[in-house]
């Protein structure tokens, strides 16, 4: 008998360690999903700052030229 409760105690702290697994990995799905969408958005912002930064060199360069 003690076997026995041993055994379903031992079972359902399975089941509640397997449901805090699945638990966790989505967390972690939704943590790498959101690290995929920061780094398209760091992306984004060195582009556009890549442009500016040419932008700025070709305005100084013709201003050299002026001055």
């Known amino acids: ?5 041993l055994e ?4 359902g ?3 509640q360690m397997k449901r805090r697994v ?3 990995e989505m967390e972690l799905q939704n943590y790498e999903m959101r690290i995929e969408f920061l ?5 984004d912002y060195l582009r556009i700052l890549t442009v500016q930064a040419n932008i700025l ?3 100084y ?7």
């Open 22 to 24: 699945e638990e966790l």
């Open 13 to 15: 702290r399975i089941e």
């Open 39 to 43: 780094e398209a958005k760091l992306a």
């Open 61 to 67: 360069e013709l201003e050299s030229d002026w001055g």
């Open 1 to 5: 008998m003690r076997n026995e409760t």
């Open 8 to 11: 379903k105690t031992s079972l």
């Open 57 to 59: 060199s070709v305005k």
